[in-house]
């Protein structure tokens, strides 16, 4: 009897020889629901059996998650090692991390806790080595460092994406503008807002078809994949920022160095003599979509000290007391705001109001 694994084989085989035309596009979307809905079923976590295994619960601590991933001794310890203080097991032999190390990273006054997760090879979306465990911890971080070590081959950039991809990881992408809503009867219904170039009702029927709907609502508001289709159908997808480590970047000429800045999403680093680790933590802030905002106790100066660090799309007032303490809101009367988001120095504002990096708030009580 055929595994799971035997029969996403299979499908991958039969997708490798069916040439791409408008001819099979129908038999393609039928191929692609079946190998998305078997990776489902191999990457689900067994239902009985002795746990996770060693090392991959790790608790979340600090405002965002980052965390390092990439084939075997291309400096991801080092890495680490060198960015938060903490201790990584190195060394030149592959597979020497074997367990989730966490450490934590002091940057802005913010808190970001860095993973270091054990090296990832070729397969890992089958469940090959820890695969399974890498890439459940990969799926809950906010921004994914792939480190890839500049003298090997690009293949490796593009074997992690490959992995990522079939595990259900979109890097540096957006969910796709869909509307998908499942109904009792009436049939399958399509609308299209914008010219399809990649979809029509047989495709999308095949697709439905796969998955046993037969009455839906779909809206598709751009031009959109059969891949992009069953992502939002499956509705696990994680879309998670990603920036590119070339580490060992001391090993190789200026001119090549040149070469690598134009791929991107990437930075060149030395993990070994710290080059260029201010371009990355900027590089870093930037993709996290975070903000600083300081608080000012009435008739105090404010505290540059330690700010209330908050992600860009949930910085209101009411984000920021929750921030602090969820009792704050019960006594809140207004707040005053100095900085960006406002027109005047202070400025009284409302619950709603949207705060900006380095923002000064200073919050009124009842009386």
Request: charged content about 25%; proline content about 4%; aromatic content about 6%.
């Amino acid at each position: 009897m055929s595994t799971v694994f035997d029969k996403i084989k299979e499908i991958e085989n039969e997708m490798a020889r069916t040439q791409k035309n408008k001819n099979t596009a129908y038999h393609l979307g039928t191929l692609k629901a079946k190998l998305a809905k078997l990776r489902r079923e191999l990457l689900a976590p067994p239902k009985s059996g002795g746990g996770g295994g060693e090392g991959f619960d790790v608790a979340g601590t600090g405002v965002a998650r980052v965390g390092f991933v990439g084939f075997p001794s291309v400096g991801k310890s080092t890495l680490m090692s060198k960015l938060t203080g903490t201790f990584s097991e190195v060394s030149e032999v592959e597979f020497t991390t074997l367990t989730t190390v966490p450490g934590i990273l002091q940057y802005k006054g913010a808190k970001i806790q860095i993973l270091d997760l054990p090296g990832i090879i070729e397969g890992a979306k089958d469940g090959k080595g820890r695969g399974r465990q890498v890439i459940a911890v990969a799926r809950t971080c906010s921004l994914i460092f792939l480190v890839l070590d500049v003298l090997k081959p690009l293949t490796h950039k593009a074997i992690i994406e490959r992995e990522m991809e079939a595990v259900g990881i979109r890097l540096n992408k957006q969910p796709p503008n869909i509307v998908f809503r499942k109904k009792d009867k009436g049939g399958i219904n399509m609308t299209s807002t914008v010219p399809l170039t990649h979809l029509d009702n047989d495709i999308v029927r095949s697709v439905m078809s796969e998955y046993r709907i037969s009455s839906a609502d779909i809206s598709l508001r751009c031009d959109a994949t059969v891949d992009e289709l069953i992502d939002v159908i499956e509705g696990n997808r994680a879309y998670i920022p990603a920036v590119y480590v070339l580490n060992k970047i001391d090993q190789i000429s200026i001119e090549e160095l040149d070469l690598i800045y134009k791929i991107p999403h990437a930075v060149p680093v030395s993990a070994h003599h710290e080059w260029n680790f201010d371009e990355l933590l900027e590089i870093m802030w930037e993709y996290l979509n975070l903000v600083r905002i300081y608080t000012k106790p009435k008739g105090k100066l404010p505290d540059y000290s330690a700010p209330v660090v908050l992600k860009k799309d949930k910085s209101s007032i009411t984000d920021f007391c929750n921030s602090i303490h969820k009792g704050i809101l019960r006594e809140f009367s207004f707040a005053l705001v100095w900085g960006n988001s406002v027109k005047h120095a202070p400025q009284k504002v409302g619950k709603e109001h949207v705060l900006v990096d380095e923002d000064v708030v200073s919050i009124v009580k009842k009386n």
